[in-house]
């Protein structure tokens, strides 16, 4: 299955966009990419998904590269309750979500 | 909340011992998956059911085991356990067998072997 890579963490300040990197190199033509994220001590939790094209939802967008292998989780105004581990996947040829090590992401007021 | 319920939420019990985790999906979703978080492994993909039916298998030992019932319910049971088995333990769940929508995960059950 196809890997990602992403920062270990990133900082942000309240009230500020943030843009998650998530490079997918050797992503296949049927890979979805995936965006989780896991609050302390809660479950992951979806925020966003895609295939070609560039996503939009209540809680963020996502925008794939051209080429498909690369992509950013964009969160347009960073709250404190966004402070999180954000997991980039991609679906796998077996359609299975492996999370890798993610992106803590640490917001200041 | 999700709508993913897992039971117990915490549990603690002695090496060699066995452990029933249960998991009741959303209402409506046929797709149960459990994964495993432990401190120096991240989330591990498990097993995946769908309708009953074993549809993926990932990083699971032989020493554990699912299965999901007719109810749509799923049980993960753990047994000869290791203090490595320590970890939070996730069930999640989709309407489709395959994750190209999202997933809804529980809150997940502390496993401590002591």
């Known amino acids: 299955d196809a890997k990602t890579t992403q920062p270990n963490s990133m900082e942000s300040n309240e009230e500020e966009p943030v843009h998650l990197p998530c490079n997918h190199s050797?992503?296949?033509?049927?890979?979805?990419i995936h965006w989780y994220r896991q609050l302390p001590s809660q479950g992951p939790e979806y925020v966003i998904h895609?295939?070609?094209s560039n996503v939009n939802n209540r809680m963020a967008s996502l925008a794939i590269a051209e080429d498909r292998k690369s992509s950013t989780l964009i969160l347009h105004r960073a709250t404190l309750r966004d402070a999180a581990v954000y997991y980039c996947?991609?679906?796998?040829?077996?359609?299975?979500?492996?999370f890798g090590g993610g992106t803590r992401l640490m917001v200041k007021p | 909340d999700s709508g993913v319920t897992q039971t117990p939420k915490h549990l603690i019990t002695a090496t060699g011992q066995r452990v029933t985790l249960r998991c009741s999906p959303r209402?409506?979703?046929?797709?149960v998956y459990w994964y495993q978080q432990s401190l120096d492994q991240g989330l591990q993909f498990l097993i995946q059911?769908?309708?009953?039916?074993?549809?993926a298998k990932g990083n699971i030992l032989e020493r554990f085991s699912a299965q999901q019932f007719p109810d749509l319910h799923s049980e993960l049971n753990l047994s000869s356990l290791e203090l490595g088995d320590s970890a939070l333990y996730f069930c999640?769940?989709?309407?489709?067998?395959?994750?190209?929508?999202?997933?809804?995960f529980g809150e997940g059950s502390r496993l401590t072997v002591l």
């Open positions: 999640a769940s989709s309407v489709a067998g395959q994750p190209t929508g999202e997933l809804f």
């Open positions: 050797t992503i296949s033509g049927t890979d979805y």
């Open positions: 895609g295939l070609t």
């Open positions: 996947i991609l679906s796998g040829e077996r359609n299975m979500l492996t």
């Open positions: 209402s409506g979703d046929l797709s």
């Open positions: 059911y769908y309708n009953g039916e074993e549809r």
